[in-house]
């Protein structure tokens, strides 16, 4: 999601629902390959400058908010304090939120693909990118196109537009592949021989004011092929005084939404989606493998269901194994009609973020270890056994408060209360959030939650840099670029208003790297965690304990988990009847000793 006026509108949309739900059996309509894998999610503008000489320049951001391309600008120091403004920004006089808007790092493709190696040794699996076709804001929710890659994002960007002022939208027979394209297929490429898979994000609900259609419906209004694409609500008619009038998603006029009826998407735009779609899912004809593996659908909830339907079996036509995930914020009950099988085989699952959240991120106001069995049994039970597996278990994404930022500011707003919570944790709306560097305690309780999600049941997602120990509150803060290893960082001394406080040393953290190494190596390695099944086997609210076993044929995983402050031990008739070993240190278990805010895992095979 986008701009700061579209959030509040959309958090105001979100915060009229309330939870409710029972779980239900269905048939497994879901991929096998995306059960159980490792997620990762990156943005593309902050991950890694591959490329000096594809940088964006200020002219590229024509259209974007905060709408100044001509103001002093260049690519923005990457290792800079995240709240200092630059000598650059300080030329135009405005604000540290104004100015992060317009900042660019210069984030590539070619980045993604000198990153990989890494990812490897994370050992996550799959990839979800954040948007990367063409659109001048850093976010690229405001598409210009579907068909093309951002020129900047590839290794020739003015050629590229030269290219595309070649082709004719309408006509598929006519797009070009740019360099930005071509490099896109040889990162799915690489990708694929990594044995990694990699989905795309699709903004289908509206494209962005500066697009080849609107700007064409705009400029010659009736007469324009694109006339029946966007929801006009007058036409320009100066004899009468009659402004030309549209509506853009949740009223924000640079994001006109494509025309709805009772089928979803009407034809024009309808068609353009279907054609691009199959583009990046079988370029050039060449064959699925050269192709993403499916798609992370934006704003899903404002897309009719006849549309998604409909695109779901173009999509699977295409290729039967291709996995679809849904931006939902919704409660299992809303969420349900989305996971039949017909449209959807998963969903960002943020309602997984707001239960876990409730009980390892709050203190004093953490729900009982009793009722977060009780959630967690609720939400994996509701929409069947093959999505619960395809379930992108996230705790964060770009939309959200980091993990190491939420953990330094516990017992204030719900994670479930979306839109209070939204606006609570961005530090431009709060003056009083804690965006400090993370303590050691409460590293540790990220690390617990890391662990947990790496060991429960789905797909966990981990979102770029947690692993490295980025933190930063909700959007803009969340979108730092990358830290990497062997980079020397500036130290955060700035507050959002310029004044200084005692330096946060800002580096790569190798310690809480390794752990997360550590647990996704354990899911990779054990198929009971993977795609075992989850059985309870201890609530103890007193002691905040919390144990449970993933099981695949002989193969046994029991997680326990100390969320108290005072050493547990733990036995069960299970670890009496089997022999059980630690899963790092190898040794024999029969009771668990387990440290105050820690996790052991246990493993019979
Ligand atoms: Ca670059
Ligand atoms: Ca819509």
Redesign the pocket.
Known sequence: MRSPRAIQSFILFISLFITSGKGFAQADFTPEWSKGVVWYQIFPERFF????????KVSDQHGAYPFDDSSAFQ?HPWTSDWYELQPYEKKNGKNIWFNIQRRRY???L??ILDKLDYLQSLGVNAIYLCPIFWSPSSHKYDALTYHHVDP??GPDPEGDKKLMEKEQPLDPGTWVWTKADLLALRLIEEVHKRKMYIIFDGVFNHLGARSFAFRDVEQRQQASPYKDWFDVVSWRDTAKGIPFEYKGWFGVKTLPELKEDSNGIVAGPREYIFNATKRWMNPMNKGTAFGIDGWRLDVAFNVAHAFWKDWRKWVRSINPEAYLTAELVYPIEQTKPYLQGDEFDATMNYNFAFIMHDFFVQDTTASTVTQFDKQLRELREAFGTGVAYNMQNLMNSHDATRIGTAVANPDGRKFGDWGKYFNWSQKSNNKSYNVRKPTPAQLQKQKLIAAFQLLYLGAPMIYYGDEAGMWGGNDPDCRKPMLWPGMQYDAETHHPDQTTHDPDAVAFNTELFTWYQKFIALRQQYASIRKGDFQTLATDDAQQLYAFRRKLGSEETIVIVNRGHKPVSFTHEALQKKSFRDAFTKKAVTTASVPPMGIAVLLHR
């Open positions: 400058n591959g490329d000096r000489s594809n940088d964006p690519i210069g984030g590539d070619q980045g900047s994002f």
